[in-house]
């Protein structure tokens, strides 16, 4: 699983930009899928099983990153806007990666003045690009990711885009796990565009018009030193939401989702996001209705370049996800 982990961590996807991230997964997923497509948007949609309740099971392929707006004249210097949340505090000294793989380091003016006492706003900052042969070649339009490669420390698994990446290893997983028994007719979305505003799942939702629906996600985590009142711990295991600024789960998917850790002997732990939402949150309000809810996986530092997961948190939720697939849906 390691190296699932670390092709798809380091793989290149800004949200709009998922087809290698997408092409990686087909080659996994190929062999456990009774069929697969990519929808208009460029959502993966596979299908595992038929009959039964249908279960959408989404997690995103994108992350976040930046979209050239401007090249200044003759410099190697880029200006940029962001492609979702990036947040200013983490971006001077951190490193872009175009697709034609060229590296570019974030920077801002002045960093040892007032840049640093206040962050500045985001158009302040610039890509350096700079060969020292004057050859800049990155066209406004190009996006790019945030770079660093998979660390491991321990039991702890650091990355950039673990947010979510990971997400996508627990469906693969969770889908080699099952080898195509499943009582429920499952459909693994592997979604576009969730960084930019849950776009890729609203209509892949509509599209599948499931029974059911299961984001797969990062939620942030309360174990820091002085960090915010939060229970989500890393290592206390699959994280099952119970509520996000998006999404209250109904308590049956809950209760669906706790019953299934019991029975497994699955370590979890209820999760109360007070800021930020996945997937989930469209799936609920497609067509009539979905109840929905989320398997989240603890994840510190989310999107910063060093977005730490514990491999064992990523083991209690492929264990779940396999678990509630393998038995008929109750909700
Ligand atoms: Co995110
Ligand atoms: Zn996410």
């Not at 034609?100 to 040892?112: C, K, R």
């Not at 702890?156 to 080898?179: F, H, Q, T, W, Y």
Request: glycine fraction near 10%.
């Amino acid at each position: 699983m390691k190296d699932l982990i670390k092709k798809l961590v380091e793989a290149w996807g800004p949200s709009g930009y998922e087809y290698h991230v997408r092409a990686l997964i087909e080659e996994e997923v190929a062999e456990l899928v009774d069929e697969m497509h990519v929808d208009p948007l460029g959502n993966l949609i596979c299908r595992v099983g038929s009959g039964g309740l249908k279960v959408m099971i989404s997690a995103h392929m994108d992350e976040i990153g930046v979209m050239t707006t401007f090249v200044e004249p003759e410099s190697g210097f880029l200006r940029f806007t962001s492609i979702g949340g990036l947040l200013n505090t983490t971006l001077a000294g951190n490193r872009v990666h175009f697709e034609d793989g060229t590296i570019g380091v974030l920077a801002v003016p002045d960093q040892f003045g007032a840049a640093r006492t206040s962050v500045p706003d985001l158009d302040a900052f610039y890509i350096d690009i700079s060969t020292g042969d004057g050859d800049a070649t990155i066209e406004p339009g190009s996006p790019a990711g945030l770079w660093r490669e998979l660390e491991e420390r321990g039991t702890r698994l650091i990355a950039k885009s673990m947010d979510d990446r990971i997400g996508c290893v627990v469906a693969i997983e969770a889908m080699r796990r099952l080898n195509k028994q499943t009582p429920n007719e499952c459909y693994f979305v592997f979604s576009v565009q969730e960084e930019v505003g849950l776009r890729g799942a609203r209509p892949a939702a509509y599209g599948i018009n499931p029974d059911v629906g299961i984001a797969l996600d990062v939620t942030g985590t309360g174990d820091e030193i002085k960090s915010r009142k939060m229970a989500v711990r890393l290592g206390g295991g699959a994280a099952i939401k119970v509520h996000d600024s998006g999404l209250v789960v109904p308590p049956a998917v809950r209760d669906w989702m706790i019953s299934r850790a019991q029975a497994d002997g699955i370590a979890y732990q209820l999760e109360l996001l007070t800021g930020g939402t996945t997937d989930a949150a469209v799936i609920q309000i497609a067509r009539a209705g979905v109840p929905s809810g989320c398997i989240s996986i603890p994840c510190r530092y989310v999107h910063t370049t060093s977005e730490t997961v514990d491999s064992r948190d990523v083991q209690a939720c492929i264990d779940l996800l396999a678990g509630l697939l393998r038995n008929p849906a109750t909700v």
